[in-house]
C-alpha cells in the first residue's frame, strides 16, 4: 500500500538553512508535493516536482527526488521565523481508473526557528 | 491569497443540527475533493468529484452529504453528526488528470473548523 514517511519535529536557527526529508513507498506517484500549513490555516502548495525531475528550484526552496531511493527532500535556505509551520510531504499516484484522486500525506513536520 | 474559498471559516452545530459548508474556486478545476483534517494530524480524503459526478466515496458515514450543483461549486450536507466530526474540513481542487492519468496539483481552501457540541 501506499505510505509516506517524514520525522515529526525539525529545529533550526533562524539563518541556516532547513532540510526537511521524505520517503515514500509507491512507485507510480506522478508527482510529488510539499505543503506548508500554518497555526489555524489551511494547506498551502508550495512547490512540488514530477517524477522525472531530479531537482527543482524556486527562489529559497529547492526540492531533490531520489526515485531510486524513494526520497523526497526540501531544502528552505536562509530560513526565517516565517518558515514556521507544519510541511507536509504528499505523494500523487497515477490514477487507477483514469479519473483524479486524493493525495497520500506524510505525517507531517513541525518547522521550528531558534532566534 | 487562496483561490479556493470555503465558508464558514467556523462552525459550531448541535448533534441535531442540519447545516452546509461550501467551497467555491473559479480555476476551470473539474477536479473536486472534500478531506477532513483532526488536530495534529495529515489531512484524510472523504470524496471526489470528477466533472461534477461523484467517483470517490472513502466509505464515509451517511451523515455527510456531498453535493456539487456546478463545476465552480461544492458542498458537504452536515446532519446528525457527533463529538468525533469535529475537525478541520478541507476543500481542494484541481484539473482533471486527462488522458495521461496523472493526478494534477491540488490546492486548498483555508477550511471549515466545525465543531461539534
Known amino acids: 500500500g501506499e505510505d509516506v514517511e517524514q520525522s515529526l519535529f525539525l529545529s533550526v536557527r533562524e539563518g541556516d538553512s532547513s532540510v526537511i526529508n521524505c520517503t515514500y513507498t509507491?512507485?507510480?506517484?506522478?508527482?510529488l508535493y510539499w505543503y506548508k500549513q500554518e497555526p489555524g490555516a489551511g494547506l498551502q502548495l508550495l512547490t512540488y516536482?514530477?517524477?522525472?525531475?531530479d531537482m527543482k528550484q524556486d527562489q529559497r526552496l529547492t526540492v531533490l527526488l531520489n526515485k531510486k531511493d524513494k526520497h523526497l527532500s526540501l531544502r528552505i535556505a536562509d530560513t526565517q521565523t516565517g518558515d514556521s509551520a507544519i510541511y507536509f510531504c504528499?505523494?500523487?499516484?497515477?490514477?487507477?481508473?483514469?479519473?483524479?484522486?486524493?493525495?497520500?500525506f506524510g505525517k507531517g513536520t513541525h518547522l521550528i526557528i531558534q532566534p | 491569497d487562496t483561490e479556493v474559498t470555503q465558508t464558514p471559516k467556523h462552525l459550531v452545530m448541535g448533534m441535531t443540527n442540519k447545516k452546509s459548508l461550501k467551497c467555491e474556486q473559479h480555476?476551470?478545476?473539474?477536479?473536486m475533493y472534500w478531506y477532513k483534517q483532526k488536530a495534529k494530524k495529515p489531512p484524510e480524503l472523504m470524496f471526489v468529484?470528477?466533472?461534477?459526478?461523484?467517483?470517490i466515496n472513502e466509505s464515509v458515514p451517511s451523515r455527510f452529504s456531498p453535493e456539487c450543483p456546478n463545476s465552480s461549486l461544492l458542498n458537504l450536507h452536515l446532519h446528525a453528526l457527533q463529538p468525533e466530526d469535529s475537525a478541520l474540513y478541507l476543500c481542494?481542487?484541481?484539473?482533471?488528470?486527462?488522458?495521461?492519468?496523472?493526478?494534477?496539483?491540488?490546492?486548498f481552501g483555508d477550511g471549515t473548523r466545525l465543531s461539534i457540541l
Open positions: 480555476m476551470g478545476h473539474r477536479a
Open positions: 516536482i514530477f517524477s522525472n525531475m
Open positions: 481542494a481542487s484541481s484539473q482533471d488528470p486527462g488522458w495521461e492519468r496523472s493526478n494534477q496539483p491540488q490546492h
Open positions: 504528499a505523494e500523487s499516484p497515477m490514477t487507477s481508473g483514469g479519473g483524479a484522486d486524493g493525495l497520500t
Open positions: 509507491d512507485s507510480s506517484s506522478t508527482y
Open positions: 468529484y470528477s466533472y461534477e459526478k461523484l467517483s
